[in-house]
């Protein structure tokens, strides 16, 4: 897992989406706590998935010095999905949902989220140019040259 420079690891989780028919995603959640990841087969058991890890962790600021989750050794080659590949940072949870980043890396893009709303956006706007390119037969790189020449 890569670091941020994030100090609550803990808080990083990594998306593996292995398919996507119908807006329906189905993959594989990976957490320094979940190391051989928990099956998804819906955006609202992902959701839940989520949430539940993120209940079971401090929230307290004094309760953020006690040890964090045991962590994935850094030399473990970090999973990937079939289709595509997320990181989800939360930093804050509040007003009854989550803001922070999440990372597309197929895509090699970064977007904040203020909700988990947002979030299901972002990642449903990532997958539909997943779609777009698969269609048009166009590979990742090609599409970011398109929108970014210099790369």
């Known amino acids: 897992m890569p670091d941020f420079g994030f100090q609550h ?3 990083i989780f990594t998306v593996c989406m292995d398919d996507y028919q119908a807006d329906v995603p189905v993959g ?22 989520i949430q539940q890890l993120l209940d079971s962790f401090p929230s307290s600021p004094s309760a953020a ?25 939360v930093l804050f949870q ?35 140019d997943l779609n777009t390119l698969s269609k048009r037969g166009t590979s990742f790189r090609s599409l970011l040259q398109e929108r970014d020449p210099n790369s």
């Open 28 to 49: 594989t959640l990976y957490h320094p706590s979940l190391p051989q990841g928990e099956g998804f087969l819906s955006l609202s058991q992902l959701i839940f998935k």
């Open 65 to 89: 010095f006690s040890p964090s989750p045991p962590a994935v050794s850094p030399s473990d080659p970090p999973p990937e999905g079939k289709r595509a590949t997320f990181l989800i940072r």
């Open 94 to 128: 509040e007003n009854a949902s989550w803001q922070g980043s999440v990372l597309w890396l197929e895509g090699r893009r970064e977007a904040s989220f203020r909700s988990v709303l947002e979030l299901v956006l972002l990642i449903h706007s990532a997958l539909l």
């Open 9 to 11: 690891n803990y808080k």
